[in-house]
């Protein structure tokens, strides 16, 4: 009976530990070159937030403002996973408020994931609508370009892949030439894109495996990076980089283990 009772407070310790462990923000910094760059853009540093799951986050938009207002910030990138319940909709708008308290140079910039397509119809709608009114440009399989110095940043905004809601050719249609940052959810649309040129994309989805011991297994139905050991973090194919964020909530349960939250600042030259 003892080793039952000694059983259930290990088990009730490392629930605790890994609820706490939603509350330790990482602020990642990534410094990226592209040296074969002729008009390469001087210094460009985007602020990365993903898969925010306001149903599980236990980083208010206060704190997320004390961890990020110290820095200039000239882009703002979001991509995906807001939310999947409408009553979760207000939620949003105190750290979009925050978002907009920055004051980022060029914009902020946000793309869906497959959580926010939960949401149907109106509801759907009602999500746009709120990123859009609080100064989020959304992005859905299609790009925007900024002049920045004379030289040209497209950025390219992805639907979410997992769902099947890529379209790569209508994503990249009438881009010019330039910077390419591509925004988008799930990953895996990267080992689709050997026809597409991009400079740097920025993602999220496996939130690190959220629970990461001894390894994510149930990752393995996310998809062909996850059995390629490609879940965060800086990556390459072929030669290109792309970045996987942690996020900044999680999904089902509300806890972390080895993995934290993220906050990620890209600095690209």
Same mark, same amino acid.
């Given at each position: ?8 407070? @290990? ?15 990482? @602020? ?38 004390? &961890? ?21 909709? +207000? ?5 979009? &408020? ?5 004051? +980022? ?7 869906? #994931? ?14 746009? !609508?709120?990123? !859009? ?36 050719? &209508? ?6 030439? #330039? ?10 649309? @990267?080992? !689709? ?20 011991? +001894?390894? +994510? ?8 990076? @996850? ?34 939250? !993220? ?7």
């Amino acid at each position: 009976m003892i080793w039952y009772v000694l059983l259930f407070f @290990v088990l009730l310790m490392i629930l605790y530990k890994a609820n706490k462990n939603t509350k330790k923000v990482e @602020v990642n910094t990534i410094s990226l070159e592209t040296p074969d760059k002729k008009d390469s853009i001087s210094k460009l540093t985007v602020l990365h937030l993903s898969d925010i799951h306001l149903e599980n986050i236990s980083v208010s938009p206060a704190e997320l403002y004390e &961890q990020i207002r110290h820095d200039t910030i000239d882009i703002i990138a979001l991509t995906g996973d807001f939310l999947d319940r409408k009553r979760s909709i +207000p939620k949003l708008v105190p750290y979009l &408020q925050v978002l907009q308290k920055i004051n +980022p140079t060029y914009g902020t910039f946000a793309v869906f #994931g497959n959580h926010d397509y939960v949401l149907k119809g109106e509801h759907f709608d009602r999500l746009k !609508e709120t990123l !859009e009114s609080n100064g989020c440009r959304t992005l859905q399989n299609e790009n925007i370009t900024i002049e920045i110095e004379g030289n040209l940043l497209n950025i390219i905004g992805i639907d979410d892949y997992s769902t099947n809601r890529s379209n790569l050719a &209508q994503s990249f249609e009438g881009v010019k030439e #330039g910077y390419n940052l591509v925004l988008t959810h799930d990953p895996n649309v @990267v080992l !689709e894109m050997d026809n597409f040129h991009f400079d740097y994309l920025l993602s999220g989805h496996f939130h690190g495996g959220q629970i990461h011991w +001894p390894k +994510p297994y149930h990752l393995k139905k996310m998809g062909k990076l @996850v059995g390629m050991n490609m879940i965060k973090g800086l990556h390459y194919h072929k030669g290109k980089p792309f970045y996987i964020s942690e996020g900044l909530g999680q999904t089902g349960v509300n806890i972390r283990i080895g993995s934290r939250p !993220e906050i990620t600042l890209h600095q690209l030259s």
